[in-house]
């Protein structure tokens, strides 16, 4: 009997399968990297004669959007086509036949993370280009190391909690219900889709218990030219790092292989 391939290449086999799936997606692609940009146009180009209050100083408002939406873009990437693609493989009962192939969870979980993290990247990528080259916005030199700590954090978070959440969801029917309750929301109140200066305090305080808004700040913070030393938002990711373990405990102790029986 062969022995298995070893750990990091079963990683890499899964990873390279996810991302085939998704690149061969239409409606994935569509949705994780041109909508994002839709909102970013949209958003910076309506607003952009706007002026938004930042830590230390001013922004333009058409700068201010592209942090805001590059959050969006990697929670998409991350969240909603985790759980989307992982309720559709168990309804579909390929979980279950790959679960019983002898090769570890763990190897599965990580390849598809991995996944979900390249496109993050990527997605970050892209909408930062856009945002330099049509509205000016940079990140500064000092803050890169930052922004990219914050991507893979916001990635990991995001992730994490979207492999916690597919076990809240009965079938793939209700997987898109279920991420737009959860998300759209926290999006109007952390700061994504309306300048945290325009929203009540009180809301603001709210949205803090969540990990959106500390994404958000994390993201503006190695955005803002104002921000001192590196850039790194040290409360925000660590309020992220706390809701990751908690998603990652949630997922490992109520993660299901077989759809739910009807």
Known sequence: MSALPNPVGLVAHQ???????????????FFT??????????FATVFRNGIVAVAGGT????????????????????????????TALRDANVLKRRRAAPIPAAALIAGRAATAATVAVAMTALLATLGWLVYGAHVPTG??????????????????????????IRDADAATPVIAASTLPLYFISGVFLPAAQLPSWLLTVASVFPV????????????PYSAGAGFAGSDLLVMGVWAAAGLL?????????????
């Not at 991302?19 to 997606?25: E, G, I, K, S, Y």
């Not at 909508?35 to 146009?41: C, I, Q, R």
């Not at 922004?59 to 909603?80: F, W």
């Open 250 to 262: 949630v997922a490992a102790r109520r993660f299901r292989w077989i759809p739910r029986a009807r």
């Open 143 to 168: 803050h890169l190391a930052a922004l990219l700590a914050t991507v893979v954090v916001g990635a990991a978070t995001f992730g994490s909690l979207g492999f916690a959440l597919t076990t809240f």
């Open 213 to 224: 808004r500390h994404f958000q700040v994390a993201l503006l913070t190695a955005y803002n």
């Open 33 to 42: 990297l041109l909508l994002p940009v839709g909102f970013l146009l949209i």
């Open 15 to 29: 990873f390279r399968y996810d991302t085939l799936v998704f690149l061969r997606n239409r409606q994935s692609r």
């Open 59 to 86: 922004l333009s408002t058409s700068v201010y959007y592209v942090p805001s939406i590059i959050a969006l873009g990697i929670i998409t990437a991350s969240l909603n086509n985790l759980v989307t693609s992982v």
